[in-house]
């Protein structure tokens, strides 16, 4: 008996102890959680301006899309180049967008096309999307993003092709065409 009392005064006395240390972990989880709920998305690197529909053109007659195609748009705005995809090459289409207001708009703009069975638009940001599946990557950021970009590009499966209006990837990355489109530069690279 004399033991048992010992014991359950010992297992009170490091629970006493332990109070503290709980308490402190519980109150870091809570910080931690309202932190990330109060946390604000995370701004746009560029602001949208859309790409004229005679670029669009261009870019995917470049790429060479056909409907076997996963066209990927990394900045959708509004949807044009996947729905263009869709529509006039028969190919899918996914477009990332991190505005949430773009990535409705696009949405609504492939249901009016009659593609949303081909095309979705994700709210994410880029430097966090799954390239896997594209077979043709399109952009149009500034010259910094696409050197950010440029590791994830490369490790595309080999044949994709990428193609950005109106900035290259650098020195570092020459592309193997350029087209000039009523001023406005349009670059492809394909993925050896």
Do not use: C
Request: proline letters at 7%.
């Amino acid at each position: 008996m004399f033991h048992v009392e010992a014991r359950k005064g010992k297992e009170n006395a490091r629970n006493e102890r332990m109070k503290p240390l709980i308490a402190m972990v519980v109150a870091a989880l809570l910080i931690a959680t309202a932190a990330a709920q109060t946390r604000r998305p995370k701004q746009p690197d560029v602001r949208y301006v859309p790409t004229p529909q005679s670029v669009v053109d261009a870019m995917l007659e470049m790429a060479r899309v056909t409907s076997a195609d996963v066209v990927y748009d990394l900045g959708s705005g509004d949807g044009r180049i996947p729905i263009t995809a869709a529509e006039k090459y028969g190919a899918r289409g996914v477009g990332i967008e991190i505005e949430p207001r773009l990535v409705s708009e696009a949405s609504e703009n492939a249901v009016k096309a009659h593609v949303a069975d081909r095309v979705r638009f994700l709210n994410q940001d880029l430097f966090e999307t799954d390239l896997g599946p594209a077979t043709v990557v399109t952009l149009f950021l500034l010259p910094r993003l696409n050197q950010q970009l440029m590791p994830t590009l490369k490790r595309l499966r080999p044949g994709t092709r990428v193609v950005s209006h109106q900035f290259d990837m650098g020195a570092d990355w020459p592309p193997e065409a350029s087209q000039d489109v009523s001023g406005l530069i349009i670059y492809l690279w394909t993925i050896r």
